[in-house]
């Protein structure tokens, strides 16, 4: 056993070094014990070379108190759990570091069963600096400089201390382990440690608190970064890794959102559906089927995309605008699939000069098209080499379908979600187009009305069309999507 004295009378003995498997990473960790017999733990991550190494920044060191309700049992009312995780975290993603972690400092040192009794005395209004004190103990009973003699016999002589609390900083420095930065831990804001932290801030003389670094906001917008880097495969740099401390509404978009968010050419569609296989009452109406939260979805997934697809039904039926309202992003450019040229001229899309229009009717059809929206900068007909009757067949729409999206890609817009209606969705899917599908089904029952996906089935359910799939619940709805892309690859590999 090793002995390593400090200043200021601190001294631990190594007691044994194991291995630590953890959701974080493989870490060694290394038990000692110190002078009055309290049991201590340092968790380290990367080889002392790794650790140790000069020309390196200073690693990243957790000081952390034990707190048996916050790290064991996932109390809100501190931070402590919020703080552990990210130290983990904050070093697993740097490959390297050190979380010291000190027992016999429960209830900033006045143990378990008085702060329980202090957490009584803030139940009846008072704050944690005084029910301390009304309990006849002091505020804060820790010292650190077992802290100090664990970094020194690690060999750590520099670090980066993730801390709030300026005592642990003061208290390695006087132990012979320079701090060369201090770091914020980032922790999301909660409602029951809301008052604590203050206080810490207010009486303590602790630090504000950071927030985490990947907030909703700043997901989404690597996400609409990610998606507008043509043909780039490299974006990945874009979007925090998986280990990134995130907060939850950026968790929920970077799981749902990053597999669609790379620059190459990629063809999605979405419909929402009732449970019974509705898009539309038997008149037509749609409004609404879904939820709200569905709608900020397909709002999204627009975002996310060059160009939007509707057929000229939808068109006709319930006047979409086809913009990004319901969160931040571009607007995409909007295509009507309008071969017999039947789109009314005030339809909103024409109309309100808010995103490019191409209106794609047939060649023979283009002419005239061209004239009716002569003077809207915005609006340009393409004319497409599909006759211009019904294209009824199969395989005049798998036609359609494939002239469609080479003239997108020839403009530049690789990026494209197929909107609706159903029978527009069910074209590109029909035609194999599809690399993704989006189906949200919402819990109403129609009836009778329009219907949802058609296309030729299969006899046998194990010939029915399989995918992997994702599910997400948006309120009361339920979006599953289909990786069409995949199912293809699988199937071409004959490993379906
Ligand atoms: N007495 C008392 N102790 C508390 C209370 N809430 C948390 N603790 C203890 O406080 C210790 C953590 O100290 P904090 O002040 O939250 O943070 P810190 O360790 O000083 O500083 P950071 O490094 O920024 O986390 C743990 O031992 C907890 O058990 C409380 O209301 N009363
Ligand atoms: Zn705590």
């Given at each position: 056993?090793?002995e390593?004295?400090v200043?200021g009378?601190?001294?631990?003995?190594?007691v044994?070094?194991?291995q630590?498997?953890?959701a974080?990473?493989?870490?060694?960790?290394?038990?000692?014990?110190d002078?009055r017999?309290e049991?201590?733990?340092a968790?380290?991550l990367g080889?002392?070379?790794?650790?140790?190494?000069?020309?390196?920044?200073?690693?990243l060191?957790?000081v952390?108190?034990?707190c048996?309700?916050?790290d064991?049992?996932?109390s809100?009312?501190?931070?402590?759990g919020d703080?552990?995780l990210?130290a983990?975290?904050a070093?697993?993603?740097?490959?390297?570091g050190?979380?010291v972690?000190?027992?016999?400092q429960?209830?900033?040192?006045i143990?378990?069963?008085?702060?329980?009794s202090?957490?009584a005395?803030?139940d009846?209004g008072?704050d944690?600096?005084?029910?301390?004190?009304?309990l006849?103990?002091?505020?804060d009973?820790?010292?650190?400089?077992?802290?100090?003699?664990?970094?020194r016999h690690?060999?750590?002589?520099?670090?980066?201390?993730?801390?709030?609390n300026?005592d642990?900083?003061?208290a390695l420095r006087a132990?012979?382990?320079?701090v060369?930065?201090?770091?914020?831990?980032?922790?999301?804001?909660?409602?029951?440690?809301?008052?604590y932290r203050q206080?810490?801030v207010?009486?303590?003389?602790h630090?504000p608190p950071?927030?985490?670094?990947?907030?909703g906001?700043?997901a989404w917008?690597?996400?609409?970064?990610?998606?507008?880097?043509s043909g780039?495969?490299?974006l990945?740099?874009?979007?925090?890794?998986?280990h990134?401390?995130?907060d939850?509404?950026?968790?929920v978009?970077?799981e749902?959102?990053?597999?669609l968010?790379?620059?190459?050419a990629l063809?999605?569609?979405?419909?929402a559906?009732?449970?019974?296989?509705?898009?539309?009452?038997?008149?037509?109406d749609?409004h609404y089927?879904?939820g709200a939260q569905d709608r900020?979805?397909?709002?999204r997934?627009?975002?996310l995309v060059?160009?939007?697809?509707?057929g000229?039904s939808?068109v006709v039926a319930d006047?979409?605008?086809?913009?990004v309202?319901?969160c931040p992003?571009p607007?995409?450019v909007?295509?009507v699939?309008d071969?017999?040229?039947r789109?009314p001229l005030g339809a909103?899309?024409?109309?309100?000069?808010?995103?490019?229009v191409?209106w794609?009717?047939?060649s023979?059809?283009?002419e005239?098209?061209?004239q009716?929206?002569?003077?809207?900068?915005?609006v340009q007909v393409?004319?497409?080499?599909?006759?211009?009757?019904?294209?009824a067949?199969?395989?005049?729409?798998?036609r359609v379908v494939?002239?469609v999206?080479?003239a997108?890609h020839?403009?530049g817009?690789g990026?494209?979600?197929?909107?609706?209606?159903?029978?527009?969705v069910?074209a590109f899917?029909?035609a194999?187009a599809l690399?993704?599908?989006?189906?949200?089904?919402?819990p109403?029952?129609?009836?009778?009305?329009?219907?949802?996906l058609?296309?030729d089935g299969a006899d046998?359910?194990a010939?029915?069309?399989?995918?992997?799939?994702?599910?997400?619940v948006?309120g009361?709805?339920?979006?599953?999507?289909?990786?069409?892309a995949?199912?293809?690859a699988s199937?071409?590999?004959?490993?379906?």
């Amino acid at each position: 056993m090793i002995e390593v004295p400090v200043q200021g009378g601190g001294q631990v003995q190594h007691v044994a070094t194991t291995q630590l498997p953890t959701a974080h990473g493989v870490f060694a960790v290394h038990g000692f014990r110190d002078g009055r017999g309290e049991e201590h733990v340092a968790l380290v991550l990367g080889t002392p070379e790794a650790l140790l190494a000069d020309d390196a920044a200073a690693p990243l060191v957790r000081v952390h108190s034990e707190c048996l309700t916050g790290d064991a049992l996932g109390s809100w009312r501190c931070d402590c759990g919020d703080q552990l995780l990210a130290a983990q975290r904050a070093i697993a993603a740097e490959g390297r570091g050190v979380v010291v972690y000190l027992r016999g400092q429960e209830g900033r040192g006045i143990g378990l069963m008085a702060k329980l009794s202090a957490y009584a005395l803030q139940d009846a209004g008072a704050d944690t600096v005084d029910a301390n004190t009304s309990l006849g103990l002091p505020v804060d009973a820790r010292d650190y400089a077992a802290a100090a003699a664990v970094l020194r016999h690690l060999g750590l002589r520099r670090v980066r201390l993730m801390t709030s609390n300026p005592d642990k900083a003061a208290a390695l420095r006087a132990g012979g382990v320079e701090v060369e930065q201090v770091v914020g831990v980032p922790v999301p804001v909660r409602t029951d440690s809301a008052r604590y932290r203050q206080t810490k801030v207010q009486r303590m003389g602790h630090l504000p608190p950071v927030g985490p670094r990947w907030s909703g906001e700043r997901a989404w917008e690597a996400l609409l970064a990610a998606s507008s880097h043509s043909g780039a495969d490299d974006l990945a740099d874009d979007l925090p890794d998986a280990h990134a401390d995130t907060d939850a509404a950026a968790s929920v978009l970077l799981e749902r959102y990053s597999p669609l968010a790379t620059g190459r050419a990629l063809v999605i569609a979405q419909v929402a559906q009732s449970l019974d296989g509705f898009t539309a009452a038997r008149t037509g109406d749609a409004h609404y089927v879904s939820g709200a939260q569905d709608r900020e979805h397909l709002h999204r997934l627009r975002a996310l995309v060059d160009a939007v697809v509707v057929g000229v039904s939808t068109v006709v039926a319930d006047d979409p605008q086809l913009t990004v309202r319901a969160c931040p992003g571009p607007h995409p450019v909007r295509v009507v699939l309008d071969p017999r040229a039947r789109a009314p001229l005030g339809a909103r899309v024409f109309t309100d000069g808010a995103a490019p229009v191409l209106w794609c009717t047939s060649s023979e059809r283009a002419e005239a098209a061209a004239q009716g929206v002569a003077g809207r900068s915005h609006v340009q007909v393409v004319g497409i080499d599909v006759p211009s009757v019904v294209p009824a067949g199969a395989l005049e729409r798998s036609r359609v379908v494939t002239t469609v999206l080479r003239a997108l890609h020839d403009r530049g817009f690789g990026r494209v979600l197929v909107e609706g209606g159903a029978t527009t969705v069910s074209a590109f899917l029909a035609a194999g187009a599809l690399d993704r599908l989006w189906i949200t089904t919402a819990p109403v029952l129609v009836g009778d009305g329009v219907p949802g996906l058609r296309f030729d089935g299969a006899d046998l359910m194990a010939d029915a069309l399989r995918a992997p799939s994702r599910r997400f619940v948006l309120g009361e709805d339920v979006a599953v999507e289909l990786d069409l892309a995949a199912a293809r690859a699988s199937s071409a590999s004959g490993t379906s």
